[in-house]
């Protein structure tokens, strides 16, 4: 049974930094994507950031520059280190697995339950 667990959501100010990260088990492939999105009330799911085992990335131009996504050694944890954080970066947000990088929330097989993050101005 594949499971994601999220952690490290919490309040910031505006032009703070977050670190999430999410812990992955169950996974049986040898490859595979983790991702972050992100959602808020009434929208839609987006995706924030990408990355393949085999060590590529994808970032959302919204984040791009200021957020960072990265796994551990054993790959089974994902990490997105979050910097001048915005109040519309304020979310609830969600670590996602897939076989196939994308930013596509459709793409997506396995979710968490999600971590929130409050910025305020």
């Known amino acids: 049974q594949v499971q994601l667990v999220e952690s490290g959501g919490g309040s910031v100010q505006a032009g703070g930094s977050l670190k999430l990260s999410c812990v992955t088990s169950?996974?049986?492939?040898?490859?595979?994507?983790l991702a972050w999105f992100r959602q808020t009330p009434g929208h839609e799911r987006e995706g924030v950031a990408a990355i393949f085992t085999g060590g590529s990335s994808y970032y959302d131009n919204s984040v791009k520059g200021r957020f960072t996504i990265s796994l551990d050694n054993a790959k089974t944890t994902v990490y997105l280190q979050m910097n001048d954080l915005k109040p519309e970066d304020s979310a609830t947000y969600y670590c996602?697995?897939?076989?196939?990088?994308?930013?596509?929330?459709?793409?997506?097989?396995?979710w968490g339950r999600g971590t929130l993050v409050t910025v305020s101005s």
């Open positions: 169950g996974y049986s492939y040898s490859s595979y994507c």
């Open positions: 996602a697995a897939t076989r196939v990088c994308s930013l596509n929330r459709a793409g997506m097989s396995y």
